[in-house]
């Protein structure tokens, strides 16, 4: 399917918002099952903008329990442990 610069941007809005897709293709009236596609094929253009707007937001809520983790806070040394675990096995 081909996005309007506008759908475009909104995608990329939405996605850092966190909606899910089927919401997403509500909002910017596109078909769900075409977007999902979309979205789950690495390559195309929609799949980066989604994926990018979505890890920008998960960088900064991992910066701020980082963050947290320093100061002492037990949740947050817990959630940073498990990002490290994590990133150790995908090495």
Same mark, same amino acid.
């Given at each position: 399917?081909?996005?309007?610069q /506008?759908? !475009?941007?909104? =995608?990329?809005?939405? $996605?850092? @918002?966190?909606?899910?897709?089927?919401d997403? %293709?509500?909002l910017?009236?596109?078909?769900p099952?075409?977007?999902?596609?979309?979205?789950?094929?690495?390559? /195309?253009? !929609?799949?980066? =903008?989604?994926?990018? $707007?979505? @890890?920008?937001?998960?960088?900064?809520?991992? %910066?701020?329990?980082?963050?947290?983790?320093?100061l002492?806070?037990?949740?947050?040394?817990?959630?940073v442990?498990?990002y !490290?675990?994590?990133?150790?096995?995908?090495?």
């Amino acid at each position: 399917m081909t996005y309007t610069q /506008t759908q !475009i941007e909104l =995608i990329d809005k939405y $996605a850092s @918002l966190l909606f899910r897709i089927s919401d997403i %293709a509500l909002l910017v009236d596109a078909n769900p099952d075409e977007l999902r596609d979309e979205i789950s094929n690495k390559t /195309t253009e !929609i799949s980066k =903008i989604y994926y990018k $707007a979505k @890890l920008q937001v998960i960088t900064r809520l991992r %910066a701020q329990e980082i963050e947290q983790a320093e100061l002492g806070s037990n949740t947050a040394i817990e959630l940073v442990s498990r990002y !490290i675990q994590e990133q150790q096995l995908d090495e």
